[in-house]
């Protein structure tokens, strides 16, 4: 096993280490195997007490420092967000050996146009979900209550709970695993810019 970091390893560089962050969360955009595909997403529930789901990402912008996931409206997380907006995002991409530690403010698209123009292009499994009578969460004294509406013949069935979340960077941490020794480094985006420096690990 080597013990010593390949010079040309992004992780040595602030700069380079944070472009490929972003450039493999643009691959779990795309990429259904990639370990960035999902993020586990942290919320503070109305009793104060942090809750975690997974969620798929969307989408990611670094340069508006952004990245989205969909939900449904009705769904506990959107209470948690509605009631505080801070969030938390992680990651771990087993391939490059990255953790990866978000945090965010969490808001709800309101575009309605943005919504409609995703959602034509979802998969219709994924348009389904959204049609799901009652609240996701819901206690049901059996399974067979759990009921779904028809698409409707313009598809449109289900539109009405279907959200994006925006999630504004405000930190990003990063852990590059090496045998030779972790690298570990934080990123403040500030002033329209993200701003690096290393940690300890
Ligand atoms: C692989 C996987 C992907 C998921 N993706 C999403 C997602 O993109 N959006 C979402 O709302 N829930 C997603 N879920 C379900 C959530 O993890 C969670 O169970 C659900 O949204 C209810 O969470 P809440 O009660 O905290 O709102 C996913 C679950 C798994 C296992």
């Known amino acids: 096993?080597?013990?010593?970091?390949?010079?040309?390893?992004?992780?040595?560089?602030?700069?380079?280490?944070?472009e490929f962050v972003f450039s493999n969360l643009e691959k779990g955009v795309t990429e259904r195997g990639h370990h960035f595909h999902l993020l586990s997403l942290g919320t503070?529930?109305?009793?104060?007490?942090?809750?975690?789901?997974?969620?798929?990402?969307?989408?990611?912008?670094?340069?508006?420092?952004?990245?989205?996931?969909?939900?449904?409206?009705?769904?506990?997380?959107?209470?948690?967000?509605?009631?505080?907006?801070?969030?938390?995002?992680?990651?771990?991409?087993?391939?490059?050996?990255?953790?990866?530690?978000?945090?965010?403010?969490?808001?709800?698209?309101?575009?309605?146009e943005v919504l409609s123009n995703v959602w034509s292009k979802m998969y219709p499994m994924s348009r389904e979900c959204y049609r799901v009578k009652d609240a996701?969460?819901?206690?049901?004294?059996?399974?067979?209550?759990?009921?779904?509406?028809?698409e409707g013949d313009d598809k449109l069935n289900g539109l009405e709970n279907f959200v994006i979340i925006n999630c504004h960077i405000s930190s990003i941490e990063t852990l590059f695993l090496h045998s030779a020794g972790h690298v570990r480094a934080k990123y403040i985006y500030e002033n329209g810019a993200f701003h690096g420096e290393w940690l300890v690990p």
């Open 44 to 112: 503070i529930d109305k009793d104060n007490r942090p809750q975690n789901r997974n969620v798929v990402l969307r989408k990611v912008d670094m340069a508006n420092s952004l990245i989205r996931f969909h939900t449904d409206i009705r769904s506990n997380k959107i209470i948690d967000i509605k009631n505080n907006s801070s969030i938390s995002l992680l990651g771990y991409d087993k391939a490059n050996k990255l953790q990866i530690r978000l945090t965010a403010n969490a808001t709800v698209e309101e575009s309605k």
């Open 1 to 18: 096993m080597p013990r010593e970091i390949p010079n040309d390893h992004p992780s040595l560089d602030l700069k380079k280490s944070l």
């Open 136 to 150: 996701p969460g819901k206690v049901v004294a059996s399974r067979e209550e759990v009921l779904f509406e028809d």
